[in-house]
């Protein structure tokens, strides 16, 4: 069944009626992504390659505008490939506590754009991308081959633990009860919600 429709999962099946009770705006629902993606920074971003295989890569976002994540790429890396043959993609975090996680549904878009490139370049990035001594290619921001993924998200789930304590708490409760567990409160950001997001941020 897709995850985008009601679950027959009593465990989902609470988180989300917790969620639907969580009285978050969705500006209040980016800023707990935000929290999440600085504490871990490191995410796993998948895409289908253009056989049909799902492929995934570790990657640190340079930047979180509004609701659009932007990586740097070079442009002759196969999962640029991916992108232009299937731009469906997910981005996942899993907090340090191990409980918290974040999913991100969207479409990624190769961004060339010079002043965008430019605007979170950091000198560190040149380790990622060769010299080749040709005047062009110089593994710096106005190298050609250097470029943004840009994913606007489709749908953002996220799911805020109240810690490994409470979750044991809860499972063991849950054990006894006949209950379920569901140890903190699924968060969902829908496609109507960003939306509204990204055309406040672009200030369209």
Known sequence: MSTTHQTADPTAQKAAA?????GLDPKQKLDALKELVAATQTCMLTSQTPEG???????HAAALEGPVFRFYTNTESGKVDDLESH???????????GQSWA??????????????VKKHWSSALKAWFDNKKDGKHTGDENDPRVALIDVHPTEIRL????GKFS????????????????????????????????????GA
């Open 87 to 97: 731009p469906e993609v997910n981005i996942s975090y899993v907090g340090k506590d």
């Open 103 to 116: 999913s991100v549904s969207g479409r990624a878009k190769i961004n060339t754009d010079r002043g965008a």
């Open 159 to 162: 799911y805020n633990s109240e």
């Open 53 to 59: 295989r799902l492929a995934s890569r570790a990657m």
């Open 18 to 22: 917790q969620a639907d009770h969580s």
């Open 167 to 202: 979750t044991a708490i809860s499972a063991a409760k849950a054990a006894v009860t006949g209950g379920v567990a569901a140890p903190g409160k699924l968060i969902i950001l829908n496609e109507s919600e960003l939306s509204v997001l990204a055309t406040h941020f672009t």
